[in-house]
């Protein structure tokens, strides 16, 4: 067995928590190693590539930025990737645009009203929210009821109706499933104006990342030493330290640290070789999930949206088609419109999981909902996946408890499940910023600066951006599609 040269941290999992962290060590001149079960950084921020045309992209899971996303941004800037035009949607089976289409002009303006009305008194809640969560404080009863009954009750049912866009459709849970704590991490203050006052003024609220989120993470990744397609055989925790055997394309390695970061779903730790803390157990043994089934598919016809099924947004939808996405510009393309489609499920937790297994009937069934999609006259399934532990949440009380013993075990935990923590991007990249610099380095978190928000708006607003790829057609075919 290989013994590699020993390291102030070890991080688990290389996608965005990993990185965040790693990249808060490096900028404080602490040695990081990190390993990574897949052959690739980035976590769920995945990008496919077009096997016939290497510039023609589709995400396999997170896709898009917004102005809120703060260090993201800052990582955009730094590493000089390009933005990308988001294309538009067709919202036409959602409720709450079809709604305000038939109102009219009048109509919209008193709408408008209370809607800007709902974004102020939501903005009040996670103002509230972030004050108990940053003095590591209980939340009213309130605040752990599922989003959809908190704002029955507090007069947020726009708010309610809005977000069916920007929660169940990124795979995040039903309305009446997703804790109303968890929207206002995600919002924050100033999401829902950061989405919707650009468009008054002709500006768009999203971006994309030109080549794919993928394409950021592995410029990130580069400035650390990770190992890839590693499986841990074991970890030890003691007095002196941390010691973690693993196998990867070098075989048989052992590496030893002051402190480790644990940047994967309490659903894997388990599988890690590692004795568990009681509280460690309890994370594991309340956590709940979703696995997210996706599928990248060429669309005959189908014209250059993105696209929301509303049904699948809601209880009644599980299983079926929720959403698609895509970055493929070209006119008609004869060989299909590269994109991505998404399936929601119902919620996993322990003894009571799904498995989700694509098999020939559910891509006979996918196949035959595309075909309802408007515009849609042949359907090519070219690859699959399911996300085992999408949206890893714990119960308020356990996120307390978990971050009181953060760093007990010499162990940081950083993610969606911690105290913070949310699925979205920018969320657990905020989390393991704040989390490694508090608890690893002991050094106090600082806001960002009035200067640096608007350095941060004047960069993601008035950079150019690039056309999503509108090339050429392709004239062969697939041997691997699956339908």
Known sequence: MKILNKVDTIIIGAGPSGLSAANV????????????????????????????DNNNKTEWGAALIAPNYGKVIDKMQEKRLAWEQVLPSDLSTVPF??????????????????????????????????????????????YKIPFRDFAKKFNLEKVNEFSYLFV?????????ECPAYAVLEYYGTMTLPDLIIPKLFGMQGLRGVKNGFQELMEAIAADFNISYNSNIQSITRNDKGITV??????????????????????LHWPSLG??????????????????YPVAVVKLHGYPANHYYEYEGLTAAGLEHLALITTRDNRDNPQDGRLCTAYINLKLSQHNTSTD???????????????MQVPGVTDVDILETKVWKDYMSTLPWELRLELDKNQMHAQTLYVGPYTLGGFEDVACVWEQSHKATKEYLLHKQPKPS???????????????????????????????????
């Open 25 to 52: 060590l490096k900028k404080h001149e602490k040695s990081v190693f990190i390993l990574e079960k897949e052959a690739q950084a980035g976590g769920k921020c995945h990008t496919f590539t077009d096997p016939l």
């Open 245 to 266: 055997i693993f196998e990867s394309d070098d075989g048989l390695q052992s590496i030893s640290a002051n402190s480790l970061v644990l940047a994967i779903s309490p």
């Open 274 to 291: 590692m004795k568990l803390t009681e509280t460690e157990q309890k994370c594991v043994d309340n956590l709940s999930w979703y696995q």
């Open 356 to 370: 989700f297994v694509f098999t020939p009937e559910k891509i006979k069934q996918l196949k035959a909902e595309l």
């Open 168 to 176: 169940p459709a990124f795979g995040y849970g039903l309305m009446e």
């Open 97 to 142: 645009d079809k709604n305000l289409n038939q109102m009219s002009l009048l109509e919209k303006g008193f709408w408008g009203i209370e809607f800007a009305n709902e974004i102020l008194l939501f903005a009040q809640h996670a103002k509230r929210y972030q004050q108990l969560r940053d003095k590591h404080q209980d939340l009213p009863e309130d």
């Open 449 to 483: 600066s009035l200067r640096k928000e608007v350095n941060r708006n004047l960069f993601f607003f008035t950079s150019e951006y690039q056309k999503p790829y509108d090339g050429r057609d392709i004239t062969a075919t697939y041997h691997h599609s699956l339908s």
